[in-house]
């Protein structure tokens, strides 16, 4: 298989289509745009494809709803504050069980912010910005082939639970260009979608989509099966990378492209003869507790590195319950941490822990 | 003129009293008589032999309670 | 021998609506399922329910339906006829719905020429929350968050949405009827069916906005209500045609 030379955005977009992604829809916002356009100019290719740009993110989530409703596979992307607009569709999508590649290159906020790259969306992304209780898997690469790997599987693992699943990108897995080739996935076998809204043909009764559900007794059950498939998604399709953890002393976690900054701090600190590794989980959500908890006995501090005040962090600590100090180091507003002062964070917390 | 009939589904009858405002030959009335499942007074007809199956009842009805049938010539 | 002439639609479930008794929401509904019968595509037809009072409409049409999002159908409707284009996809929506939170929706909709038909119910409230103002409630009209009755000096106009989509060439078909009465209900099937003809021939959208009544919530009874719209509505709410592709008029 030889490797092209993608920007991440576009890869991102054959990645999808790849996996038989036919439909898209989007809207324009830095820092993804180069998805949207790649897709206005791919799907109109395809055999009964379709790229549409909608007047709006809230309409673009919600035309998802309606294909996902109708049996097709289909993505939509876009960046912080258009993923804002689309919590509530979401949320709509998460109660109708409706499976969607969701695709979210941030950027810096609150509010406007910035167009530079920012992982200040973890919350958004891991704790769910629209309403009720919904989780979604939350797939964060760190290079653009694993952000095509991830991409082309976040279509099965969507329609084996039937769940959205958001892949989310700093703006530089966007905007960078790096060699990709499009593996053969292993098959997951799928189940029928006999549920989605292809006609009735006057043979079966109506197929309906929908989150309503006007009788609490009847919503609780919704809800608690939903929590069922959560349960499954926590136990089957948590990942995680550990980078030189068997013996560290101070355990970095971060993810996307922040873990590959870190990755070079751990290398920097060994070089100086001080024991340091890293965790990076692969999904947001579900978190990788267990590695965390698991840590050796070696470990005295733990020390999440993101682009943003602090938002990961909290996991880390939920996960080491208090058995080690958790340490946050971030940059945000699009500023991207570099490893001096990454090292210097290190030792300051090493120099305070015996 | 062509002789009709309409059958009411009684217990489907919400009362509203719409179809008494359209039949050209007015013998579409409540039953005060009778109360229906949903506790309303369910339409029903005075004199069938007057109905000339014109459907204005059934048409104007928003629970499809009336169902119309007219003698075929 | 006596022939049936008049029969519930097989267009529409068994189920009973929730409608208030004389909601003409009920004829509107016959209507849609009675076209979609006599066009032989019930069967292939997906529908999309607004959230309001015709929120419930997904157990009611005997098609398969989605649910949407408040405002929201017609992006819902772009989604499914862009996956399913040889099939017939309408939504129904209140003004609520469609004139207050998701004009964007219905405008774009027009705008890019979507292949799907809206059946839009006009009756100038909001039914299901308990008959607060709606963008198309008339001045003078009382509401519960309009009390003193509509004051044009802080609400504005009441919307007209026939005649602000028919300035839009991809809305093909637009017409706004009532079901006030019986001939004005075989006039509303009849628009009814060429704007789903239109969207069955491919020529673009389709939008039939139908006056209609609530009588719970305007506070006066069912047959009162009819009354009431043909005086106070259609006045401010012309009847009639506003787009028509050539070949369809």
């Known amino acids: 298989m030889s490797k092209t030379l993608m920007k991440g955005n576009e890869a991102l977009g054959a990645a999808a289509i790849q996996a038989g992604c036919k439909y898209f829809f989007g809207y324009p916002i830095t820092p993804q745009n180069e998805l949207p356009e790649y897709m206005a100019r791919e799907l109109p290719m395809i055999e009964g494809g379709a790229f549409v740009q909608a007047e709006s993110e809230v309409a673009a989530i919600n035309m998802i709803y309606g294909a996902a409703g109708a049996g097709a596979r289909c993505m939509t992307s876009s960046s912080s504050p258009g993923m804002a607009l689309k919590q509530e569709g979401i949320s709509y999508i998460a109660g109708a069980e409706l499976p969607c590649v969701i695709v979210n290159i941030s950027r810096g906020g609150p509010g406007l912010g910035g167009i530079q790259p920012s992982q200040a969306d973890y919350f958004q992304s891991t704790r769910g910005g629209g309403n009720g209780d919904y989780r979604h898997l939350v797939y964060a690469p760190a290079t653009i082939q694993e952000a095509v790997d991830l991409v082309m599987e976040a279509f099965d693992v969507a329609d084996y639970y039937r769940n959205p699943v958001i892949v989310i990108g700093d703006g530089m897995i966007g905007q960078m260009m790096e060699p990709v080739e499009f593996k053969e996935l292993k098959k997951r076998d799928l189940p029928v979608k006999d549920w989605a809204t292809t006609g009735t043909n006057e043979e079966r009764k109506p197929n309906i989509i929908n989150s309503l559900a006007l009788d609490p007794a009847e919503l609780e059950k919704h809800n608690q099966k939903l929590t069922r498939k959560y349960k499954e998604m926590e136990e089957k399709e948590v990942r995680h990378e550990d980078y030189q953890v068997e013996d560290a002393e101070l355990i970095f976690v971060a993810y996307g492209t922040t873990s590959r900054i870190t990755r070079n701090v751990v290398d920097s600190l060994r070089e100086e003869g001080i024991k340091a590794g890293m965790i990076r989980p692969i999904t947001l959500w579900p978190f990788p507790t267990a590695a965390i908890q698991n840590v050796p006995a070696s470990a005295k501090a733990l020390l999440a590195v993101e682009m943003s005040e602090g938002q990961m962090i909290d996991d880390v600590k939920i996960a080491i319950e208090g058995r080690l100090p958790a340490y946050h180091y971030g940059r945000s507003g699009g500023m991207i941490p570099v490893p001096e002062d990454i090292i210097e964070k290190a030792k300051e917390i090493l120099g305070g822990v015996k | ?73 | ?249």
């Open chain 2, 1 to 73: 003129m062509a002789k009709g009939k309409v059958y009411f589904d009684d217990d489907i009858c919400k009362g509203c009293e719409l179809c008494t405002t359209v039949c050209p030959v007015d013998i579409v009335i409540m039953d005060k008589e009778r109360i229906n499942a949903k506790g309303y007074h369910p339409a029903t007809v005075s004199d069938m032999d007057k109905c000339i199956g014109c459907a204005n009842c059934a048409t104007i009805c928003p629970d499809s309670v009336i169902t119309v049938e007219r003698e075929k010539k």
């Open chain 3, 1 to 249: 021998m006596m022939q049936v002439v008049y029969e519930k639609t097989k267009g529409l479930t068994d189920k009973q609506t929730h409608y208030c008794p004389g909601c003409t929401h009920g004829v509107i509904h016959k209507l849609v399922g009675e076209v979609l019968v006599e066009l032989g595509v019930l069967g292939k037809t997906v529908g999309v329910a607004p959230v309001g009072c015709s929120v419930l409409a997904y157990d009611y049409f005997n098609c398969d339906m989605h649910e949407a999002a408040h405002g929201r159908a017609p992006a819902v409707a772009t989604g499914i006829k862009r996956v399913l284009p040889d099939h017939t996809v309408f939504t129904y929506q209140g003004d609520g719905d469609l004139a207050s939170i998701g004009t964007a929706e219905i405008i774009h909709a027009a705008h890019r020429g979507e292949k799907f038909t809206t059946i839009f119910v006009n009756n100038a409230i909001y039914g299901m929350t308990g008959g607060q103002m709606a963008p198309t409630t008339l001045i003078g009209q009382k509401a519960t968050t309009s009390p003193y009755g509509r004051d044009q000096a802080t609400t504005g106009m009441p919307l007209k949405v026939s005649e602000m989509l028919a300035t839009i060439d991809g809305a093909a078909f637009v017409e706004r009827v009532s079901v006030h009465d019986v001939p004005n209900i075989r006039k509303a099937k009849k628009a009814i069916k060429k704007a789903f003809q239109v969207q069955i021939e491919g020529t673009g959208f389709g939008i039939v906005e139908i006056l209609s009544t609530c009588p719970t919530n305007w506070g006066i009874t069912p047959v009162d209500s009819l009354t009431w719209l043909k005086e106070n509505m259609i006045p401010y709410y012309p009847l009639g045609n506003f787009r028509t592709p050539e070949e369809v008029k």
